[in-house]
């Protein structure tokens, strides 16, 4: 059975402890076309740290308004998890996503996710996880859980998939 994770928090430990084991060919940076923050930070990384996968999305810019910030959930399948989704087809050995600001950060209307308090208006995962566990129903046997630590507990069970934010340059 193949579980994926999310982690959204990168320390400097854990990146040079994942660098001793793991090479450039498997990331695969996802970027917004139409932001030139996202553009950059794309660049920059991508060639800082040698890694020659990149899938490049079009979306509203969510680096230069918090009403971008959020994509419908129709959006994300065409516009965000379609191009990552053929990308990953052809390329099997990506274990790590890094996408950049400029990327939408959540998703309106999904079918997990939290929603404000005392509202029943519609659920919004972030899109992080939602790439995290992309065709994650059509794993044969694959099993939806719910846990009260997701973080702490899926991090002891499985380290198969990570997704990390960049939201600027580094030095």
């Not at 740290?49 to 910030?69: G, I, K, L, Q, W």
């Amino acid at each position: 059975m193949l579980l994926l994770v999310f982690v959204s928090v990168c320390n400097g430990a854990l990146l040079r402890a994942a660098s001793a084991r793991h090479t450039p060919r498997e990331v695969l940076v996802v970027y917004n076309a139409d932001s030139p923050i996202s553009r950059a930070i794309a660049k920059t990384y991508t060639s800082k740290r040698r890694v020659t996968n990149s899938v490049s999305v079009h979306c509203p810019d969510a680096a230069v308004s918090t009403a971008h910030e959020t994509i419908s959930l129709a959006d994300y399948e065409s516009r965000i998890a379609n191009p990552v989704r053929k990308f990953l087809v052809h390329h099997p050995e990506i274990n790590f996503l890094v996408l950049t600001k400029g990327v939408p950060i959540r998703i309106d209307g999904g079918e997990t996710g939290s929603r404000e308090e005392h509202t029943t208006g519609n659920l919004h995962p972030s899109v992080d996880s939602y790439l995290a566990a992309m065709d994650y129903r059509s794993i044969k046997g694959a099993v939806k859980i719910s846990m009260a630590e997701p973080l702490l507990e899926s991090e002891r069970a499985v380290q198969s998939c990570r997704i990390w934010r960049l939201s600027g340059h580094a030095p």
